[in-house]
């Protein structure tokens, strides 16, 4: 069983061709953290936690359309040059 209080990695397994590899949730913080294709790691804070929930126990949701329709007007996004140089390691 999941435990959406946790931190919760969601892989990307549609491909390559998708712009994004993983979304890292935190669901008591209302944080998310993307990781997209390129390496661009970027944090959203403020997240609704009805969205991550969704995300979390949808099993048919694709996390591509998920970023762009629940994180693309979010003005609390930051680019987080600490977990980027880690990634591109």
């Known amino acids: 069983m999941i435990n ?11 491909g390559t061709s998708h ?12 944080e998310v953290v993307v990781e997209q294709s390129s390496g661009v790691v970027t944090v959203h804070d403020h997240v609704s936690r009805l969205a991550i929930l969704n995300l979390i126990y949808g099993k048919s949701i694709s996390i591509n359309l998920w970023v762009e329709n629940n994180l693309s007007q979010d003005i609390n ?3 987080d040059h600490k977990l980027a140089s880690n990634y591109s390691d």
């Open 77 to 79: 996004c930051y680019f």
């Open 4 to 14: 959406p209080f946790g931190y919760q990695t969601l892989i990307n397994v549609m």
């Open 19 to 30: 712009s994004v590899n993983n979304v890292t949730t935190d669901l008591i913080n209302g």
